[in-house]
């Protein structure tokens, strides 16, 4: 039974913005499931701000025949500031409301939206201080129609390698190492690498 704040549904007091999306491209019916569907690097772990705009802009991808509301979305508890459990979409066609289930036992980084007749997307959420080479890097490399990495490996592509540590434990890294390291990463660096690989 849900509580009174449960059953609250939160409404955006500003308009949807316009997400940071990339999508696989439409497999051709019959094919596999993918791993992802895609990616998203919200600007801010506010879902009540960020969640309007994603789920207006999966409802408008496929065919204009076969666009079904999304009226569920799946999320992990850690990645997120607040947990509202119905939220309002005001769209340019209707508004409807969204319900939220939160839960701890998501691989990080996993956002699934399910629409109406029950098909779902599974969205790789880019972490929000992510530098811009990388995120756009995991994004095209999670929405790439040969990905087979799932969310922690492409959390982990976007955490440095660890080093040397000194006798406190804190990494040992020479100035010189330190430059090409962030030069590598500031050019997409791990991720470029699986890129390629596929």
């Known amino acids: ?71 569920h979305v799946l999320l992990r508890v850690d990645d997120w500031d607040s947990r509202p459990r119905r939220l309002r979409i005001d769209g340019p066609a209707d508004t409807r409301v969204v319900r939220l289930s939160w839960f701890d036992s998501l691989p990080s980084g996993l956002l699934t939206a399910i629409h109406a007749d029950g098909r779902r997307m599974d969205l790789f959420t880019v972490p929000v201080s992510t530098p811009q ?43 010189s190492d330190r430059e090409s390291e962030s030069d590598w990463e500031s050019e997409g660096g791990r991720l470029q690498e699986r890129l390629a690989a596929h």
């Open 133 to 175: 080479a990388e995120a756009e890097a995991s994004m095209e490399l999670a929405s790439h129609p040969h990905n087979l990495l799932h969310t922690p490996d492409l959390l982990a592509a976007l955490t440095p390698p660890p080093g040397r540590m000194d006798r406190a434990g804190a990494p040992t890294v020479s100035e």
């Open 1 to 71: 039974m849900w509580t009174t704040t449960e059953r609250r549904t939160t409404i955006s007091l500003s308009p949807p913005s316009t997400p940071r999306l990339r999508l696989r491209p439409a497999a051709p019916p019959g094919s596999a499931r993918p791993v992802l569907d895609g990616a998203w690097w919200p600007r801010s772990t506010d879902p009540v701000a960020e969640l309007p705009g994603l789920i207006l802009a999966l409802q408008d991808h496929g065919p204009i025949d076969d666009q079904r509301p999304i009226t």
